[in-house]
C-alpha cells in the first residue's frame, strides 16, 4: 500500500511560469513533511521542509503548502527555470527519523 | 548540513559477487540510514545504521543479504551480497540533519549495475 503517492507522473512547464507539484498522503501520523530534486544517477538534493503544525514554508522561490485535512500537500516553483527541470520527491515522516517517499514527478521547464 | 561522500559512486559487478559501499559524514551523526532507488522506482528504506549495535532492517530486507556496519559516528558500510541484476540500483546513504532534527540529507549515491 503506497502511503505516500504523487499522482502525476511527469509535467511540462513554460519557463517564468509557476510549476505546482503535488503530494497525497494516507497517514494520519505523518507530521513532518520534506520536498527533494533529484537529478538522474544522483542523490537528492533537500529543497523545503514542513511541519504538521504549519500550513506554508517559503524559501525563495519555493512554497510548500499542507491541508492536513485533505492530506495533501503541494509544492509551488515560481518563477520556474530550465535549472529546475528534474524529478520531485516528497516524504513523510511519523517522527521516527524513517522517510516514505512518494514515487516522483518529473518536472520540465520549456525555455 | 552535513557533507556526505560515498564510495564507489558506481559500479558494474558480476552476478553472485558482493560489493561493499562506503559513506563518510564530516561531522558526528547519530542516525544513519540506508535507501535504495530501483530504477524508474522512489526511493525505499533499506535499514538504519546503530552505532555500536546491529542495524534495524525495514520490512523486506535481511542482514545476511544487506549487511550494514557502523563503527562510529562518522562511517558506515553496506555490502550487497550474492548480487543478481534486480539489485541493479542507486543506493544512497543519509543522514538526519543534527540542526534541525528533523530533515535528512543524501549523499551523491552509489550507482550498481549487476550483469
Same mark, same amino acid.
Not at chain 2, 551523526?29 to 546503530?50: C, D, E, H, K
Given at each position: 500500500?503506497?502511503q505516500v503517492?504523487q499522482n502525476?507522473?511527469?509535467?511540462?512547464v513554460?519557463?517564468?511560469r509557476?510549476?505546482?507539484?503535488?503530494?497525497?498522503?494516507?497517514n494520519?501520523?505523518?507530521?513532518?513533511?520534506?520536498?527533494?530534486?533529484?537529478?538522474?544517477?544522483?542523490?537528492?538534493?533537500?529543497?523545503?521542509?514542513?511541519?504538521?503544525?504549519?500550513?506554508?514554508?517559503?524559501?525563495?522561490r519555493?512554497? #510548500?503548502f499542507?491541508?492536513?485535512?485533505?492530506?495533501?500537500?503541494?509544492l509551488?516553483? #515560481?518563477?520556474s527555470?530550465?535549472?529546475?527541470s528534474?524529478?520531485y520527491?516528497c516524504?513523510?515522516?511519523d517522527? %521516527?527519523?524513517?522517510?516514505?517517499?512518494?514515487t516522483? %514527478?518529473r518536472?520540465k521547464?520549456?525555455? | 548540513?552535513?557533507?556526505?561522500? @560515498?564510495?564507489?559512486?558506481?559500479d558494474?559487478?558480476?552476478r553472485? !559477487?558482493s560489493?561493499t559501499?562506503?559513506c563518510q559524514? =564530516?561531522?558526528?551523526v547519530?542516525?544513519?540510514?540506508?535507501?535504495?532507488q530501483?530504477?524508474?522506482?522512489?526511493?525505499?528504506?533499506?535499514?538504519?545504521?546503530? @552505532?555500536?549495535s546491529?542495524?534495524t532492517?525495514?520490512?523486506?530486507?535481511?542482514? =545476511?543479504?544487506f549487511?550494514?556496519?557502523r563503527?562510529?559516528?562518522?562511517?558506515? !558500510?553496506l555490502?550487497?551480497?550474492n548480487m543478481s541484476p534486480?539489485d541493479?540500483?542507486?543506493y544512497?546513504?543519509?543522514?538526519?540533519d543534527?540542526?534541525?532534527?528533523?530533515?535528512i540529507?543524501?549523499?551523491?549515491g552509489?550507482?550498481?549495475?549487476?550483469?
Amino acid at each position: 500500500d503506497q502511503q505516500v503517492k504523487q499522482n502525476s507522473p511527469s509535467l511540462s512547464v513554460q519557463e517564468g511560469r509557476i510549476s505546482i507539484l503535488n503530494c497525497d498522503y494516507t497517514n494520519s501520523m505523518f507530521d513532518y513533511f520534506l520536498w527533494y530534486k533529484k537529478y538522474p544517477a544522483e542523490g537528492p538534493t533537500f529543497l523545503i521542509s514542513i511541519s504538521s503544525i504549519k500550513d506554508k514554508n517559503e524559501d525563495g522561490r519555493f512554497t #510548500v503548502f499542507l491541508n492536513k485535512s485533505a492530506k495533501h500537500l503541494s509544492l509551488h516553483i #515560481v518563477p520556474s527555470q530550465p535549472g529546475d527541470s528534474a524529478v520531485y520527491f516528497c516524504a513523510a515522516s511519523d517522527g %521516527t527519523y524513517k522517510y516514505i517517499f512518494g514515487t516522483g %514527478t518529473r518536472l520540465k521547464v520549456l525555455a | 548540513s552535513a557533507v556526505i561522500s @560515498q564510495k564507489p559512486s558506481r559500479d558494474i559487478c558480476q552476478r553472485g !559477487t558482493s560489493l561493499t559501499i562506503q559513506c563518510q559524514v =564530516d561531522s558526528q551523526v547519530t542516525m544513519m540510514f540506508w535507501y535504495r532507488q530501483q530504477p524508474g522506482q522512489s526511493l525505499t528504506l533499506i535499514a538504519t545504521a546503530n @552505532q555500536g549495535s546491529e542495524a534495524t532492517y525495514e520490512s523486506g530486507f535481511v542482514i =545476511d543479504k544487506f549487511p550494514i556496519s557502523r563503527p562510529n559516528l562518522t562511517f558506515s !558500510t553496506l555490502t550487497v551480497s550474492n548480487m543478481s541484476p534486480e539489485d541493479s540500483s542507486i543506493y544512497l546513504c543519509s543522514v538526519v540533519d543534527p540542526q534541525t532534527g528533523n530533515t535528512i540529507y543524501f549523499g551523491e549515491g552509489s550507482w550498481l549495475t549487476v550483469v
